[in-house]
């Protein structure tokens, strides 16, 4: 991680980038720490143009299985 921050000409610049680092699922301190923002100041972004809470802009999940590995059937009769 470079403690370097990146610059931007325009504000819709700086929220582009933000908002892609969140979907590569940045942490937040990094994004600050790189941007040169605030957690306040990323939270009321996403919040403004996603309708969403930061902590709930996450990339879906796949789901692998519906059973444990070792899973076994059991008869409950």
Known sequence: MSNQKVSFK??????EAILQEKARGTPDLEIGQ???VTFRYIERFI???KGINVSAFKASKK??????????ERDLS
């Open 10 to 15: 325009t504000e819709k610049e700086l929220q």
């Open 34 to 36: 790189k941007y040169g």
């Open 47 to 49: 919040t403004k143009s």
């Open 63 to 72: 789901i692998k299985t519906l059973y444990p590995k070792d899973s076994k």
